[in-house]
Nanobody, 119 residues
Framework: EVQLVESGGGMVQPGGSLRLSCAASGFKFSSYEMNWVRQAPGKGPEWVST????????YYSDSVKGRFTISRDNAKNTLYLEVNSLKPEDTGLYYC????????????WGQGTQVTVSS
């Protein structure tokens, strides 16, 4: 059974940082592109970042480029997202998402971890 379990969210002040983690199980983790997708209150899902199976290629939305860093440890079957210089508009539920196609067609989502940026 495929499982994606996020952790590391919390409440921080603007300018703060967090490290989000996603523990994956039930599939060959290194064979899949992985993504972070977030959803703000009252809005639809927003793609944040993608990392290739080897970790050698990474992509970011314009809204987070330069502030967020995606990485993975295939030996630990874990995906990470370092989020820095946080802004109130970064508030939302952050999901770890598997992409079997490489075309942003997601087949498995975690339960999400909440990030709240507020003074």
């Amino acid at each position: 059974e495929v499982q994606l379990v996020e952790s590391g969210g919390g409440m921080v002040q603007p300018g703060g940082s967090l490290r989000l983690s996603c523990a994956a199980s039930g599939f060959k983790f290194s064979s899949y592109e992985m993504n972070w997708v977030r959803q703000a209150p009252g809005k639809g899902p927003e793609w944040v970042s993608t990392i290739s199976g080897t970790g050698g290629s990474t992509y970011y939305s314009d809204s987070v480029k330069g502030r967020f860093t995606i990485s993975r440890d295939n030996a630990k079957n874990t995906l990470y997202l370092e989020v820095n210089s946080l802004k109130p508009e970064d508030t939302g539920l952050y999901y770890c998402v598997r992409d079997p196609t490489g075309w942003h067609v997601y087949d498995y989502w975690g339960q999400g971890t909440q990030v709240t940026v507020s003074s």
